[in-house]
């Protein structure tokens, strides 16, 4: 009881932490910029204004919510150790893994809040241009861009116990890149490969993360359900990422000298 009170408490420091970064601001303003820009788009487009502020709204969700795992949770631990802030922190009965799990739950925390701020935004939006009701249906796609966040907030974590900001910067992003393409490459690889090429590149698409879980707001923009996809196994694909990424980020951080 004691161990997760202490993880609760690193928690709510980093998101107060998060909060009153100028970052979040920029960030909250590009979102909004998006939205605005979305709007335009409608008036300027041939085609059902509510499917394209739909894919607007929740295409901005999700890009909002990965820059900003990436950009604030790859200075998580290392602002902490380059200001040496982190000693009279681990100087109190707190435990490394403690800390990093903190570190980790402050920033879903701060996610959850910016997602279901936004969400409000986009509601609102939908109710301007007449389709308030096709929201509570989008909330399985927001469901997903939580689920795909958090995986990312766990490589930004693990990445920030390693390296530099920027060095942690290019390993996140090259995991949501590699997370986000994965599937559509492997597809196009195999499709016009040797057999021998293409089991290796199906092997590989088994070890690489695999963000097609988690991408079904295009079918719910546009009817088509589900189609096979299954909210029960990308949450559980999403906690099985974040498990290992986090042990191994508790693991790196044990054994990291910290002077």
């Known amino acids: 009881m004691d161990s997760v009170k202490r993880i609760a408490n690193v928690s709510f420091y980093t998101f107060l932490e998060m909060v009153r970064s100028k970052v979040l601001y920029i960030l909250l303003f590009f979102a909004l910029f998006i939205f605005a820009l979305g709007i335009g788009i409608t008036q300027m487009t041939i085609g059902n204004v509510q499917d394209i502020i739909s894919d607007i709204g929740l295409g901005t969700i999700e890009i909002f919510s990965t820059v900003l795992s990436i950009f604030l949770g790859i200075s998580l631990v290392h602002k902490e150790l380059s200001l040496k802030t982190l000693h009279p922190l681990l100087a109190r009965p707190i435990a490394r893994p403690e800390y990093i799990l903190g570190k980790f739950f402050g920033m879903v925390f701060l996610i959850v809040v910016e997602i279901f701020v936004m969400c409000i935004i986009f509601a609102i939006l ?70 021998f090429v293409a089991n290796i590149v199906t092997t590989l698409r088994y070890v690489l993360p695999d963000f097609s879980h988690f991408n079904i707001k295009d079918n719910l923009v546009y009817g088509r359900g589900l189609e096979g996809l299954s909210l029960g196994f990308a949450s559980v694909y999403a906690l099985f990422i974040i498990v290992i990424v986090l042990s191994l980020a508790v693991m790196f951080f044990n054994n990291k000298e910290i002077s």
């Open 126 to 195: 939908l109710t301007v241009f007449g389709g308030f009701s096709r929201f509570f249906g989008y909330l399985p796609a927001v469901y997903t861009i939580f689920l795909q966040t958090c995986t990312v907030i766990s490589v930004a974590v693990l990445c920030s116990t390693l390296t530099e900001p920027a060095v942690a910067a290019m390993l996140t992003i090259s995991f949501y890149l590699i997370g986000a393409t994965s599937y559509n490459l492997v597809y196009a690889i195999t499709s016009r490969t040797s057999e």
